[in-house]
């Protein structure tokens, strides 16, 4: 199918993207400014701002819980944003969405960003709340089973270098990775995937911008050959937690991700692949009222619970 329509009507709708470098600042402003008011926001049972006090320092989390229950799984959440864009403000949206509908409570995470904060800062960061959580679960009301990492795009890239680094270091307690069209190969060679040609323009996220916009990450340190860097390259993924990975039928990054999945069930991983029609890169962020769209929430909920 073409790309939706509604998707295909926003586009049309945006002005060309200003010449000249990227600025970290004003892109982040642009992108707040955007951000509906508390009161026209999904209305859980609670939602905390607190701060995790971690082996990485102090780092900014939001705890949504969906209902009054004494106990809950957990979801720890990281943004997208390409390392160097997002916050908690701008994928609040999203993390409301994944408490309702998954009945879990989800601590989405304000970790650092490039190019202020050089790798692994973010990615320490995301690993250390997860650490953090399991440490504090009697307070923080987790139910002591269901602990997974979700994230989309370079979120989901660090939901799964993080659930690589735990499995690494013994740390047996992450259930589940949820990756929503995650960037999981930095090596942007445009020959490496037939996905980064065939939906190299005209449907939001283009090929010719992966380079510069995950630049400062890259040039903080980050080194795409490494496995924590470029998780579909770490050569042995047994042992792996669970994996749902979510991919869009017109995103450049749709092929790393279904070649992620593909290898983790080769490993003898159970991973669900789950390719959404009509669909581009970021349309969990941008285009969950979508009914279709929406629908990856209940996806992420029954992936869960047969798990």
């Known amino acids: 199918m073409p790309l939706h329509p509604e998707i295909a009507s926003f586009l049309a709708t945006l002005p060309a993207p200003p010449e000249g470098p990227l600025d970290p600042v004003a892109m982040r402003a642009g992108d707040e400014a955007h951000v509906p008011p508390l009161q026209e926001r999904l209305p859980l049972h609670a939602v905390e701002d607190l701060t995790a006090r971690t082996a990485s320092g102090a780092v900014p989390v939001r705890v949504y819980t969906p209902s009054a229950a004494d106990s809950h799984g957990v979801i720890v959440y990281f943004h997208g944003g390409a390392f160097f864009l997002g916050s908690l403000e701008t994928h609040d949206h999203v993390a409301r969405s994944l408490a309702a509908e998954t009945g879990l409570k989800v601590v989405s995470v304000g970790y650092r960003l490039a190019p202020e904060a050089a790798f692994p800062a973010g990615l320490d960061d995301c690993h250390a709340v997860v650490r953090w959580v399991a440490e504090q679960g009697e307070t923080l009301g987790w139910d002591g089973r269901t602990l997974a ?4 795009s370079s979120g989901g890239n660090f939901a799964a270098a993080v659930a690589a680094r735990a499995h690494d270091e013994g740390f047996d307690r992450i259930t589940h990775q949820i990756l929503y069209y995650p960037s999981l ?66 995103d450049p990054l749709r092929d790393e991700g279904e070649l992620y999945g593909r290898r983790l069930r080769e490993a003898g991983v159970d991973a669900t692949v789950a390719r959404y029609p009509g669909a581009g890169h970021g349309f969990v962020q941008h285009f969950s009222w979508i009914p279709e769209y929406h629908e990856v929430f209940s996806r992420t909920r029954d992936f869960l619970a047969g798990h």
Do not use: I, Q
């Open 185 to 250: 190969d930095l090596d942007f060679d445009v020959d490496r995937y037939p996905s980064l040609r065939e939906n190299a323009v005209g449907n939001g996220l283009e090929t010719a911008g992966l380079k510069p916009f995950n630049a400062f990450y890259l040039d903080s340190g980050a080194d795409p050959a490494d496995p924590l860097v470029s998780p579909v390259k770490r050569p042995d993924l047994t042992g792996l937690p669970p994996a749902l990975v979510v991919t869009a039928e017109f």
């Open 149 to 152: 990492v979700a994230g989309d």
